[in-house]
């Protein structure tokens, strides 16, 4: 039987996670659900993302690492939004250096975002851009 999105979201709960244990927790998901659809991966990160709480943004930012080979340019954007929200500098970490290089790795044009980023205003940003440069070398 195939779970939900609120189901899957509510099981991840269930676990109590911290930022040290979100890792832990997504591998075991990913090796119960290794063809998870790339829409419902989507949304059950944006999910995690939108509750607000810190854990469930570390969980999304796992999932979708976990499932990187899904990551293309189309979601840069979501990414930017992920990073200008982010309210911590662990996450703006987590999210540049490996949602944000593993699309650096498939395709060069999203060079253009870690541009626009490092003449923001808004402080993550700038920052996320400093980390994608350094890491891209």
């Keep these: 039987m195939k779970k939900t999105i609120d189901e899957i979201i ?14 832990k927790i997504v591998i075991a998901f990913r090796k119960k ?3 998870l659809e790339k829409d419902k991966l989507f949304n059950i990160s944006k999910k995690m993302w939108e509750s607000g709480n810190q854990e469930d943004k570390m969980i999304a930012i796992k999932l979708l ?3 990187s080979s899904y990551l293309s340019f189309k979601d840069m954007e979501l990414f930017e939004n992920m990073i200008s929200s982010s309210q911590s500098q662990v996450l703006v970490d987590e999210i540049s250096s490996n949602l944000v290089a593993a699309v ?3 395709n060069k044009r ?3 975002y870690i541009k626009k980023w490092f003449d923001s205003n808004n402080d993550w940003l700038k920052k996320a851009s400093l980390i994608c440069k350094s890491t891209s070398f």
Excluded: G, I
């Design 10 to 23: 509510a099981d991840f709960r269930k676990q109590r996670p911290s930022y040290s244990s979100a890792l």
């Design 65 to 67: 690492e976990a499932y």
């Design 110 to 112: 999203a060079y253009d």
């Design 104 to 106: 650096l790795n498939k």
């Design 33 to 35: 659900n290794p063809t």
